[in-house]
């Protein structure tokens, strides 16, 4: 709720001050009351003229209670309706349904007090059903049908052969653009072994992540296969159902208008680096750190050398070399563009870590690149 509040508070600023034209504008006023609000394709904020912005949203809010109260509806960048649904109350409440680009009903499930209810049932392009998925009283959901591509049902009941198919919509260190999971369901759950892989390129079969074994919905054991052994995975990219990310709208949190954040590199490099923090072992408690690298990296992202510019104090050898190399595992970058152009740049990764007993958290996390963008 706090975060909801700072961001209506950012809505009325907007619409309060005269800003210049190089103000960056997050929102604006609409008739009748609502509110335009402009999103990237994860509901970030960004700025109006933002090249990466590709959702508008068209939402009523009560400015006393600093909440969303009334419908809502998002468009793409071609003004086609993709999401509409209902606030009560800065909650979601009723039916919200989701369209595909060529205005086939996507999605739809029944909200109450900001939870689904029921059936959540997924539709293919051209209308026929692909997923059914069921929400108890405890927000928890099972798998009750399932229809592949060809239209055979896979799924009946809760029980059958279950695969799921969907993009990876960000940054990952091997280039996977979508990934695929799949095994066999029992009562709606995973049961048995099941396999998951990553595809560079559609209707492949890609690489072999990791292997499963679940029972009754639980996961027994899990084997990755070389080299994901010691490669970093994002476990948010591997849904057993299709990832909705229009919740997030909700939070207000807002991107600036660069390739790093649209393109996910700078949100999964702080993932991978928080990841990897936590297997830090530091000696000595109550401590907070910062450390930071010097990267120069080519034109083709790869770094041609790396320099640590601030050192944390009080580390003994040990722990040092660890930590460098937590920064000597990024072996490449997304590379700085200038005038359209791939350039030679410097990057530098700045890391603030705070440990407390056995526990390392990192609690800042800043990249910068010195030219491009």
Not at 147 to 159: F, P, T, Y
Request: proline content about 4%; aromatic content about 16%.
């Amino acid at each position: 709720m706090e975060a909801l509040k700072r961001f209506i508070w950012l809505v009325l600023l907007l619409f309060s001050s005269n800003a210049m034209a190089q103000t960056t504008r997050y929102a604006e006023p609409a008739a009748n009351g609502y509110i335009r609000l402009f999103f990237d394709h994860k509901y970030y904020l960004v700025d109006k003229n933002c090249q990466y912005k590709s959702i508008e949203r068209v939402a009523q809010f009560d400015d006393a209670k600093l909440q969303f109260d009334g419908p809502f509806k998002d468009f793409n960048s071609w003004g086609k309706l993709i999401l509409e649904g209902h606030y009560l109350n800065g909650k979601k409440e009723g039916t919200f349904k989701a369209y595909h680009p060529n205005g086939q009903l996507k999605w739809e499930v029944d909200y109450k007090n900001n939870f689904p209810s029921g059936q959540w049932k997924y539709y293919y392009p051209d209308g026929k059903p692909m997923l059914v998925l069921y929400y108890d009283t405890l927000h928890n959901f099972t798998i009750q049908q399932y229809w592949n591509r060809a239209g055979e049902h896979k799924v009946v009941d809760g029980n059958g052969e279950y695969v799921i198919r969907a993009p990876i919509v960000g940054y990952t260190d091997q280039g996977f653009r979508s990934y695929s999971r799949s095994g066999k369901l029992a009562n709606g759950k995973p049961h048995g072994v099941w396999f998951t892989h990553g595809q560079w390129r559609e209707n492949e079969t890609g690489a072999l992540l990791f292997v499963e074994r679940f029972k009754d919905g639980q996961q027994q054991s899990v084997y990755y296969e070389e080299p994901y052994v010691t490669e970093y995975l994002d476990e948010d990219d591997f849904s057993f159902i299709p990832t909705e990310h229009f919740p997030f709208a909700e939070v207000g949190q807002k991107h600036e208008c660069n390739f790093d954040n649209y393109s996910g590199f700078l949100e999964y490099t702080k993932k991978k680096f928080s990841f990897l923090i936590e297997s830090l072992p530091l000696e000595r408690n109550h401590r907070e750190m910062q450390i930071a690298v010097l990267y120069v990296v080519g034109k083709n992202g790869e770094p041609i050398d790396a320099k640590v510019v601030e050192e944390p104090q009080n580390l003994n050898t040990r722990e040092k070399r660890r930590l460098i190399e937590i920064f000597e595992s990024m072996n490449y970058f997304i590379p700085s563009m200038l005038d359209e152009e791939p350039i030679k740049d410097n990057i530098t990764i700045t890391l603030t870590l705070h440990q407390e007993d056995d526990e390392i958290v990192m609690t800042g996390f800043n990249l910068k690149r010195e030219k491009g963008y």
